[in-house]
């Protein structure tokens, strides 16, 4: 039997473009695995001309990291990918947002700079609606968490039940009303605005809420929360404040 032939090897990327893009509305519930097939599938009705791995099953050169949970809303997912010709990263914008679902709008593209994507993620802030708890109840749980040094939850994973430390994650905790353009806000919504460090294993902020339901059983939201990812990027831990990646 003779040798086996090698495939062919690919040129690596003449250029990486960094994407930002947003799950809105019912594309929240896009899981990670739908978007991926859904984005390739608008890298090809775009046009964009990509590159590929080497190897017997090539494949297109696209890096993703940390991308929100299932049901989560968000302004600011990151991938990147990597092109066999250069192009205008504005072009690139309007062409994949133009093939992409309604709901998965792209936000931005640039130059995507040296390093590793997931090195420029440290950090998230997150918003979330809580319906059915009254101020004074939800503050107390949110200063009571804040205190504590530890807070352990337990999540299902593919694993098994794991137990983890949430307050180890969070950087800050803070009780909002809804800002509103269009009249008085509903008396029944609070939302809940927090900054989460990305940590191994990582926090979500529906592990927060389990945190906060167990220093204060009577937050336990009424109503499924709304979680929405406003901004991502390198986490400054003595401020909480986030650079853009």
Known sequence: ??????????????????????????????????????????????????????????????????????????????????????????????????????????????????????????????????????EAVLTEGVARLLASDQALVERLTKNGVRTFDARAALVSLAVTTPATTDGPAPTDRLVLTMTLAHTVPSVRPDDVLAALAAFAPTTAPLVPPVLTRLAQGVLDPSTGLLREP
């Not at 032939?5 to 899981?31: C, D, M, N």
């Not at 046009?47 to 049901?71: K, L």
Request: with cysteine; aromatic share 6%.
């Open 1 to 134: 039997m003779g040798a086996r032939t090698q495939p062919e090897q690919q040129a690596p990327p003449v250029q990486r473009l960094r994407i930002r893009y947003a799950k809105r509305g019912r594309a929240r519930f896009t899981s990670h695995r739908d978007f991926g097939r859904a984005f390739e599938r608008a890298l090809r009705r775009a046009g964009v001309p990509m590159a590929y791995s080497s190897g017997f099953s090539p494949h297109p050169r696209i890096s993703y990291a940390n991308a929100s949970p299932t049901g989560a809303a968000s302004e600011a997912e990151y991938l990147e990918i990597g092109l066999a010709e250069r192009c205008e990263p504005a072009a690139v914008q309007r062409a994949l947002d133009a093939a992409l679902p309604p709901g998965l709008d792209v936000v931005e593209v640039v130059s995507a700079p040296p390093g590793a994507l997931a090195d420029a993620l440290t950090g998230s802030r997150w918003s979330v609606d809580v319906v059915g708890v009254e």
